[in-house]
Structures are given as structure tokens and as C-alpha cells.
């Protein structure tokens, strides 16, 4: 029987030894890859072909909302589990719309992540009891527009979303364009249309806009519950 392979994504290094740690404790699993940000979950996944790939919401250059995105137009058999540090509805909407299939507290990885894992490997999805509760209670329809009413990402494409969010993290427009292989002229197009587009008129704006949706994230990042991996043994005499 083949092994399950999986990647984890998470940017910071204890978070991502930590659940590498879990998953590794299991019978029958291998961690085929690990990535820092969302943009090499995405080659590595190309790349390596894993079964189940768990992505930190909250990665740098590429979130692991787009990421799944991503990833999944590439691979649409792949199976992508988000972890994340909030369950509001906003953000388990944004979660369901990536397509992925499982849903993790990080405060809970503990608990759930060999769950969850578990679930898909089973062709099964997984969410956290109170996630359940608000798909069964009709809070989640594909359709249900933001809280004000608008579109969460009116009009944009991929590559905007992916520009917003490199904005927001304090790029700039030659820096943006160095970064995706991109003119500085057409990044400029690409920044003025996104701020058409959403009706934004400065750059604290754009960044209050990737806030509330989801594109970057100002909470801390990692849950103390997260065990470390053993320190390797000291052979100094």
C-alpha cells in the first residue's frame, strides 16, 4: 500500500516542525515536502504531487487562500486542509470558496490535525464542530454577500489578488514587479486597475481592504499548545 504524502506550508519554522512532528508519529505517512509561503506551497506541490497539502492561512507573498487556489487548478485531485487561528464566518466562507476540504484551529491542532488527516485521506471533509454547526445553520451559502453588502473580491483575477496582497505586506510597485517577473509598467497598470476596480484611493486603504478579507494577517501567528520536536541528543562528551 502506498503512503499518504503530504506538504506542509506555514512560515514560521517551530509552527511547521511542530505538525511535521505530529504527522510523521503516523503509520503509513510521509511528509513529502515542507514550504515557508504560499508561493512555494504552490511549486513545491507542482512539483512533488502530494496527496493532502495543509497550508497556514496567514503566509507571506501568497496567502494559503490563493495558494489552494492555485494549487487546485493545477491538481484538482489534490486535498488541501487550512489551518488558521479564527472560525469567524468570514473566514470559514473564504476557506469553503479556495476549495478546500478540511478546516483546522490552530489552537486545536493538537487535537484534530491527525483527524482531519485522517478524514481526507477517507475522501471525508473536517471541520471543527462549531464550523459544522454554522454550514448546517444556512451561514454559509455560496451566495451570501460580505457584511456591507459588496462583492469580497469584486472583479479581480488571480494575479490582482496576488498584487493586493504584496501591497499590503509594504511591496512596492518595483518591488511587486521584480517579484512576479512582471514590467514595472504593467505592475503600475495592474495597481491602478485594482484601485479602479475596488474604489481605494491610497495605500492604508488597499491595506485595510486585504485585512478585512482575509489576504494578510496582523494576528498572532501560532498557538502554545503546539508541541516542539525533541532537541537532537548533545554526543559532546
Known amino acids: 500500500m502506498n503512503s499518504l504524502r ?4 506555514d512560515d514560521h519554522e517551530i509552527v511547521r516542525r511542530g505538525l511535521v512532528f505530529l504527522l510523521k508519529s503516523h503509520a503509513g505517512w510521509d511528509v513529502c515536502g515542507e514550504a515557508r509561503d504560499g508561493r ?11 496527496d493532502i497539502v495543509i497550508l497556514d492561512i496567514g503566509m507571506p507573498n501568497l496567502n494559503g487562500l490563493e495558494a489552494a487556489r492555485q494549487l487546485l487548478r493545477h491538481n484538482p485531485q489534490c486535498k488541501v486542509l487550512i489551518l488558521t487561528i479564527a ?25 484534530d490535525l491527525v483527524s482531519a488527516v485522517e478524514a481526507l485521506q477517507s475522501n471525508k471533509t473536517f471541520f471543527t464542530s462549531r464550523v459544522s454547526e454554522m454550514v448546517l445553520g444556512g451561514f454559509l451559502g455560496r ?29 512596492s510597485t518595483k518591488e511587486v514587479a521584480s517579484y512576479l517577473d512582471l514590467s514595472v509598467k504593467t505592475a ?17 486603504e488597499l491595506v485595510l481592504y486585504a ?18 520536536p525533541a532537541a537532537p541528543e548533545n554526543d559532546a562528551a
Open 6 to 9: 503530504i506538504l506542509v506550508a
Open 40 to 50: 512555494q506551497a504552490v511549486e513545491k506541490a507542482m512539483e512533488l504531487r502530494p
Open 143 to 171: 451566495n451570501r454577500p460580505a457584511s456591507d453588502g459588496k462583492p469580497r473580491f469584486p472583479d479581480l483575477t488571480p494575479r490582482e489578488r496576488e498584487i493586493v496582497q504584496l501591497l499590503a505586506e509594504g511591496k
Open 188 to 204: 503600475e497598470t495592474h495597481r491602478s486597475n485594482i484601485m479602479r476596480k475596488l474604489d481605494l484611493h491610497s495605500v492604508s
Open 211 to 228: 485585512v478585512r478579507n482575509n489576504m494578510v494577517q496582523v494576528a498572532p501567528p501560532m498557538s502554545p499548545e503546539m508541541p516542539k
Open 87 to 111: 472560525d469567524t464566518d468570514e473566514v470559514v466562507r473564504a476557506v469553503l470558496d479556495a476549495g478546500a476540504r478540511g478546516f483546522v484551529l490552530k489552537s486545536d491542532a493538537v487535537r
